[in-house]
């Protein structure tokens, strides 16, 4: 009975060996007698003990490595110390397993190597302002090498560059004297807008005045043309009504003369003509007997 339980724990014992369990987003590498054998997939796995081991476990989801900061030289010899990210996924566990021993340190220093040979074409300024650029340049140079891998290049991010601190400072001092500079345009630009603004403020109130003034002098204008036309107007009128009664110019003269002769009669009135009514009174005569015979 002793040897039935061994047996039993025995089976038991090898069984539980023979069983594996992997979780979701990892894959196994098998082994058989040292020569890959097969992959295990997520869920439930059987495999032979002692003949089968699982050599290594890969995690499928997309990993991050850091690149530990690197001094580098530009081309106009400043040292940059630069600080970069990657960002990776397994695509390939077989090719990740046999096609390098470590892809994690291949990819650091494939980043390194190129970060250095970029670096080394760019001056200061093209190196601080070309982070995307840096950062595509190692993306190509690290696909070409980890297809063979089984790795793939999801993103490179150049988190920092720091320039020296005597070049820092000078750059800072650049900075603020650039933004000093522009602040100095700005208010010049500001005090050049006021001036004008006013500027045409006063012309516009100059032309408004010189409009109201010179309507006001166009109205009045009508206004005494309007009058003179109507007192026109009216005189006509009276002298229309004056000859419809039968009433002409020469009944008129006669009827002024009249009264001056009637007013004369005074003793102490004296009445001055000019000349040119001492001519009309030659006509008066005339005038009279035409009044006489219109009266018989």
Known sequence: MTTSLIILAAVIVLMALSIRIIPQQRVGVV??????????HPGLNLFIPIVDRVRVYHDLRIQQTNVPPQSVITRDNVQVLIDTIVFYQVVGPEQATYGIFDYV??????????MRQIIGNLELDETLSGRERISAEIRTALDEATEKWGVRIERVEV????????????????????????????????????????AEG?????ILRAEGDRAA???????????????AEAEKARIRLLIEAG??????????FEALEKLAMGPAN??????????????????????????S
């Open 31 to 40: 082994e058989r007698l040292g020569k890959f054998q097969r992959l295990m």
């Open 105 to 114: 340190l291949g990819v650091r220093n494939i980043t390194t190597a190129t």
């Open 159 to 198: 988190i920092d560059i720091k320039p020296p601190l005597d070049i820092q400072e000078a750059m800072d001092k650049q900075m603020k004297a650039e933004r000093n500079r522009r602040a100095t345009i700005l208010e010049a630009e500001a005090a050049k807008q006021d001036m004008i603004l006013r």
């Open 202 to 206: 006063d012309r516009a109130s100059k």
């Open 217 to 231: 002098v166009e109205l009045d204008a009508l206004g005494q043309a309007k009058a003179i036309t109507d007192i």
């Open 247 to 256: 009433l002409d110019e020469r009944v008129l003269t006669y009827r002024s």
């Open 270 to 295: 004296k009445i001055f003509m000019p000349s040119a009514a001492v001519e009309t009174l030659g006509n008066i005569g005339a005038i009279g007997d035409m009044l006489n015979s219109s009266k």
